[in-house]
């Protein structure tokens, strides 16, 4: 009798022990982003402070010469079209080393704009700094922000959706899922994902065998 007491005493504090340790962990907090000031492809330096009234952002580092990056502009546009008036824009972001990939200079992102008729900004990050304030990895890598008491936090990042080939065949539109719910004050499942695309390389870092 005494060691089934004690048994269940033992037990007793173990559970009260579980509840204490893990009801009251400290999540890890979302990322806080810093501002940046960049040059965007019709001349004029764009900052997210420019945006008065914005909720948040849709922040997707893309480039020019990238197979992947490449599927996404008319997506990007149409993302832009929809949620800008809902005070969430979309921005672009070129961070690549052009002295690796001359296609990422400014000159032909203003030609790859302008030709492809973007609807948001496209901006160079020439010092790479902004990519490395988000941790951006890949182009495209898409980042959504969000203002809380004047701290714009990191809400999702990661792929724009699930099939960058074939549109039509888009099961999962992670962007425009966490969109909808932030707008709607509501939580969502999905808050990362695996960027999908050549790797953005960092200036004095070296390259990777067999990485793009």
Known sequence: MKKLIHKLFVANILILLSIIIFGFMITEPEKVIKDFSLMNVNGKMVSLKDYKDAKGFIIVFTCNHCPFAKLYPERMN???????????????????????????????????????????PYLFDGLQTAAQNFGASKTPHAFIIWKKNNE??????????????????????YIEIAVDALLKGKDFEIKETKSIGCAIHYRGVPIKKNEN
């Open 78 to 120: 149409k993302l832009n079209t929809k949620y800008k008036p809902l005070g969430v824009p979309l921005i672009a972001i070129s961070s690549t080393d052009t002295m690796v990939y001359e296609e990422d200079v400014f000159s032909k992102m203003v030609k790859k704009a302008t030709n492809e008729k973007f609807n948001y």
């Open 152 to 173: 714009w936090l990191i809400k999702y990042n990661g792929a724009i959706d699930d099939n960058g080939k074939e549109p039509d065949k888009v099961q999962n539109k």
